[in-house]
């Protein structure tokens, strides 16, 4: 069940969005300004944010700058100012969406989903951007690379041939493919450089390169890691 934080002062806007939500099956929480809101953020789980513009204590604005260094949920903003430039300001300062009011609660909840919908491809494709193999977590997308949770520092060939073979699992990579692949050129001759940067890699993230874990040698083949 996916958890929606209504931030607004009026009691009757938040019982309305209260009631359509609680109808499609989500759970909500409610805040009355922005400072309960940060709150709210702070103790409890949020899939989602429909944050007003003009309250109290803290206004919408001043609490999406703070809710954004602790949460990247998506953060739908409403506020009855119509001027392009109100809405440049939400949407610059963290907001996902932008509502004027009044607004349609039917699409609202259209906003809801579509936002929801959308964080949560997000999580799968940063998800799928992970290698995880054994104690070693492999980030493509960001290009980083941790072992029983300490950073390692690769060089970006290193990464690229780590990447390719953490990538295959179980295929073995001839010297000359690596070379091809990584650099980009054709191996038009025999050289040491690709053994230079696996041993540099097994240097790096072997307990033992002499009796390597993660990268193996298949004698007279070539490399691979399983």
């Given at each position: ?45 949020i ?30 903003m ?52 992970l ?7 492999i ?21 690229s041939?780590?990447?390719?073979l ?49 990268i ?11």
């Open positions: 069940m996916k958890t929606v934080l209504v931030v607004d002062d009026d009691p009757e806007i938040r019982d309305v969005i209260h009631v359509y939500l609680r109808n499609e099956g989500y759970h909500v929480v409610e805040a009355v300004d922005g400072l309960e809101a940060l709150d709210a953020v702070s103790s409890t789980s899939d989602l944010i429909i944050l007003d513009v003009m309250m109290p204590r803290m206004d919408g604005i001043h609490a999406c700058l703070k809710i954004r260094e602790i949460s990247n949920a998506p953060i739908i409403l506020s009855a100012k119509e001027e392009d430039i109100d809405k440049i300001t939400g949407l610059t300062t963290g907001a996902d969406d932008y509502m004027i009011k009044p607004f349609n609660p039917l699409e609202l909840l259209a906003r809801v989903k579509a936002q929801l919908r959308r964080q949560s491809l997000i999580g799968k494709e940063e998800y799928n951007s290698i995880l193999i054994k104690d070693l977590i980030d493509k997308s960001k290009h980083t690379v941790t072992l029983k949770g300490k950073n390692i520092s690769l060089t970006p060939l290193e990464f041939i780590l990447e390719l953490a990538s295959h699992p179980g295929q073995v990579f001839s010297t000359d493919k690596i070379y091809e692949s990584v650099w980009k050129e054709p191996y038009g001759y025999s050289d040491n450089t690709v053994m230079v940067h696996i041993r540099n890699l097994r240097e790096k993230i072997e307990e033992s390169p002499r009796e390597p874990r993660y193996k040698t298949v004698w007279g083949v070539g490399y691979k890691i399983d």
